[in-house]
């Protein structure tokens, strides 16, 4: 139910552009949810002033405020509702049935919290769906952030959103890392020597559980989103 996290307002949409701005139960349809809140990082989310007819905003977050969107790629919870809506075969389905993102709502980790504000910058904010979210470490040596897939994977490649905002710099020389569990066998680790792209998918091919991403240096560590792309181990 959309009316739980936003606000249409309908003053300012254009005049016959308003249905597009109903909600299933409005016209008349039945409705699924997949996920307990809205996903502002979905491909499919409206812009705040889309279909505005006087360049104010036609959506807003319930309190007024604004947010942002991309048309970069699914989102995490995009690709959850398009595996439950079509579900693949032997753990795939998205990304043509071959592979799925594996890390979308899985635990996650990282050595220490920004003001200790889980809220804000915890480890979940790369799983969540929302590249407009980032985690953030304090400035540490070999700051890390872990996602635990919960069972053995084919790792095919791992996605990295660096933050958009500033300081994309600091996500320059850092390894990516898979493990048999959290605190076990390392089984891979590859070297990523240049400024992580937002969306970059980088090579591992490789079995495991855990996925790490861990600084080589001191700095802050901070990730907008992560998806590990592969296939569950039977």
Known sequence: DRDRFVRV??????????????????????????????????????????????????ITKLDGSSYRTQRNGLSNADVIGVNKMYPGNGGGGGN?????????????????TYRNDTNRYGSGKAVDGNTGNITHTNKQNKAWWEVDLGVNADIKNVQIWNRADCCKNRL????????????????????????????????????????????RD?????????????????
């Not at 993102?101 to 050595?111: P, R, V």
């Not at 001191?218 to 039977?234: C, I, S, W, Y």
Request: glycine share 10%; no cysteine.
């Open 96 to 112: 043509g049935g071959n592979t799925t993102d594996l890390a979308a709502g899985k635990s996650s980790f990282q050595s220490s």
């Open 172 to 215: 320059s020389d850092f390894d990516i890392k898979i493990y048999d569990r959290r605190g076990g066998r390392q089984i891979k680790s590859i070297r990523v020597n240049e400024e992580a792209r937002r969306g970059k998918a980088y090579n591992v091919n490789a079995r495991g559980r855990v996925v790490r991403i861990q600084l």
């Open 9 to 58: 307002l309908f003053q300012n949409i254009q005049n016959g552009k308003e249905h597009n701005f109903q909600t299933y139960v409005q016209r008349g349809r039945d409705g699924t949810e997949y996920t307990n809140t809205l996903d502002f990082g979905s491909i499919m989310m409206y812009s705040p002033k889309s279909f505005s007819k006087n360049g104010q905003p036609t």
């Open 218 to 234: 001191t700095d802050f560590l901070h990730l907008a989103e992560v998806k590990v792309n592969g296939r569950r181990l039977r």
